[in-house]
């Protein structure tokens, strides 16, 4: 059992001097600067490893083991006072309810009858009043179990069908690898968020949710810095949660020890209306298209606003479903049900908080319980002069299946650059610049190209690069994946579904990724794999030639974020080709950038004469077939590189659903990505595993 003070557990360490003698200790006592040490450590990783436990032992002059054994004790202890303080707020409740029903029984004593201001029913006719109620909810309760039933039959034999399409179809060999770049991905939903009626009894109830989150925030952006502590790991500030606690009367809603709380703050000034920005924060379509990099999927639920009993002065009141995605197949997606509140508090100056919130009631959804929960979070937002705008985001939220996370991502996930806000603020000032430049009426100095003629055809090639961007993160989740044990153990993860996308042409898609790690720092892995000169040495679209470029388009102020149009053939006239074979000759669309916290190269092979009527601005970019594969390139945390590889293969050959299925098929996809891998190592001078 562990204590407080100074003969607690977590101050001493006993070493035994005599195996024969159980009564021979010595006591090795922390000092007050260790033992405060240690408790600022455990406030920010309650589960160091071993490299973060030799490091506090090099700082405290302590052994592994003191070390080791204190985070031990301590983990005990605070999972007991956690205990104890929910079972005090427990007791609370249960009294309360306990004196609320005596005073509703007492109240009962003394109901009359509302028609004719009489005496009560008498105790048989409430008896027999309640039988009938009971009668008549096991009724509905039987009707609602019976329709349940049903429509998950319904659900499981669809998807029962199309796994049973998708195992019985086959690839042709790897030569349709980007040769019909068509549909853009369709993802099997993990589940179905329909909207519904809100009970009006539940409108208070979300209001107040998010009045009590406002006013949270507020304080937590306040220059009062008592919330805020500096972590010693990565030197970001993080909100100390023994003083948030005090404030906030929350309660951890995840008891187990793999559970933790991440947070984070930062700030930036955007070049947008802040306006502007608002109605982008409002409106779940713009808001994906905001952070393509983040927010895999979201759907406004319920929009609230004058109809709300308090807070006058709340703008909008929202219900949002959202879906988080980064990075990899090996990072798992984050799901929220959110209410987002916007409030006007001064003169150019808003504020924006999300929370979570039970999503019973609130949707029609078949929702498994939920591995992560926000707490208030969200944005200030103020207007500044020549249409800009100050920004300062804060995340704060609670996790339950960081061991869910892939080893090689676990690290970063669980630090300021995973989910933090670090990441929201990077991917808001990228996409802020390339909206600016995207908007502009004149072609830039900066930008050049022999195949894009016109502001409309540059604007056109933009929305195009940005629509490849959003398939190829949305790819990486994987759903709907169809297991196959051999190639995850040589370390290829591998997807397949069915594209089914209205308009485009249905195909069976073959998705493929594999991750490593590279001793190269980030931005020396991207300069080289975006590099014309070494492309050929692992772009099996090259087919061993060298690449040329045609068009390079500025999607932001640094010379990495750019979008290419490359001919990975020899050079020849494009304008000839495009005239004689326009069909026959392909080209590669490449989007990348590079921020502070890394990387992407996606690219699609498309043929001539479809990135002819790509670049005359005069067709829909979103009616263009396409099918990305690329790169993310992202820290380890130390000076090298983390790396994810993936792959996309279309098959949309009208007879493919009457073959059967052949895991030699797959095996090619596999042995492609492998040998890629492979060549990417040769190229870079990595070391052999």
Not at 324 to 353: K, T
Not at 435 to 458: F, K
């Amino acid at each position: 059992m562990d204590y407080d003070g100074d003969g607690s557990p977590d101050n001493e360490h006993y070493t035994s001097v005599n195996a024969m003698s159980k009564e021979k200790r010595i006591c090795h006592r922390h000092t007050p600067q260790q033992i405060q040490k240690l408790e600022a450590y455990f406030k920010e990783c309650p589960h160091p490893n071993e490299s973060q436990r030799q490091a506090f032992c090099d700082v405290l002059n302590l052994g592994i083991d003191q070390v080791k054994f204190w985070f031990q004790n301590k983990r005990t202890q605070s999972k007991a006072q956690d205990e104890r303080t929910s079972n005090m707020l427990l007791r609370e409740e249960n009294e309360k309810l306990r004196l609320e029903n005596a005073a509703m029984i007492e109240v009962l004593k003394n109901v009359t009858c509302p028609p004719c201001g009489g005496p009560p029913f008498g105790r048989d006719d409430r008896e027999s009043n309640l039988h009938k109620m009971r009668l008549e909810n096991a009724f509905f309760k039987t009707e609602r179990d019976s329709l349940a039933a049903a429509n998950n039959k319904n659900q499981q034999t669809m998807l029962d069908s199309l796994t049973s399409v998708q195992r019985q179809q086959t690839f042709e060999a790897l030569t349709s690898y980007g040769m019909n770049p068509y549909n853009q991905p369709s993802s099997l939903e993990s589940q179905t968020i329909q909207p519904q009626l809100l009970p009006q009894m539940d409108i208070p109830q979300l209001s107040e949710t998010a009045a009590t989150a406002v006013e949270e925030l507020k304080r937590l952006f306040r220059t009062d810095e008592s919330l805020w502590v500096m972590s010693s790991i990565d030197r970001t500030y993080v909100i100390d949660q023994e003083s948030y606690e005090k404030f906030s009367h929350s309660i951890k809603h995840f008891r187990n020890l793999s559970a933790r709380v991440e947070s984070s703050k930062d700030i930036t000034v955007v070049p947008i209306e802040a306006t502007s920005l608002i109605d982008m924060f409002l409106d779940s379509e713009k808001w994906k298209m905001l952070f393509p990099t983040i927010v895999n999927e979201a759907k406004t639920i319920h929009t609230l606003g004058s109809e709300l009993p308090i807070n006058e002065n709340c703008n909008v009141l929202q219900v949002i479903w959202e879906q988080l995605h980064i990075l990899s197949p090996l990072v798992p997606p984050r799901e929220f049900m959110i209410v987002r509140c916007c409030q006007q508090i001064g003169e150019g100056l808003w504020i924006i908080a999300d929370v979570s919130q039970d999503s019973q009631h609130i949707v029609n959804s078949d929702q498994a319980s939920p591995s992560c929960y926000k707490r208030p979070s969200g944005c200030l937002i103020r207007s500044l002069p020549n249409a800009h705008t100050e920004v300062r985001w804060i995340e704060h939220v609670e996790v339950d299946h960081t061991t869910d996370t892939h080893k090689m991502y676990r690290e970063l996930v669980s630090g300021s650059s995973g989910y933090g806000a670090r990441r929201w603020i990077v991917t808001l000032e990228r996409m802020c610049e390339r909206m600016a430049l995207s908007s502009i009426l004149i072609m830039p100095a900066t930008d050049w190209s022999e195949t894009i003629p016109t502001v409309e055809g540059r604007r056109s090639v933009m929305k195009l690069g940005e629509r490849m961007l959003k398939i190829f993160n949305e790819m990486l989740i994987m759903s709907g994946k169809v297991e196959f044990p051999q190639q995850s153990k040589c370390g290829v993860r591998i997807s397949i579904r069915m594209n089914m996308e209205p308009g485009q042409l249905p195909g069976l898609v073959v998705s493929a990724a594999s991750c490593l790690s590279i001793p190269l720092t980030p931005l020396q892995v991207f300069n080289c794999l975006r590099s014309n000169d070494t492309r050929h040495q692992w772009d099996v679209l090259c087919r061993g030639n060298a690449i040329t470029e045609t068009a390079r388009i500025f999607t932001g102020s640094s010379g990495t974020n750019c979008i290419n149009l490359l001919q990975p053939t020899p050079p020849w006239d494009i304008g000839q080709n495009m005239v004689q074979e326009p069909h026959k000759k392909m080209m590669v669309l490449q989007e990348c950038y590079m921020d502070a916290l890394g990387g992407m190269i996606v690219y699609s092979p498309l043929d001539m004469a479809t990135m002819s009527i790509a670049a005359s601005g005069e067709v829909d970019p979103l009616k263009i077939p396409i099918l990305p594969s690329g790169f993310t390139i992202s820290s380890d945390n130390s000076e090298g590189t983390l790396l994810m590889l993936a792959f996309q293969i279309l098959n949309s050959d009208e007879n493919s659903k009457t073959r059967s299925v052949s895991e030699i098929a797959v095996d090619r996809v596999s042995r492609l990505i492998s040998q890629t891998v492979q060549s990417i190592k040769l190229m870079l001078n990595c070391p052999p595993e």
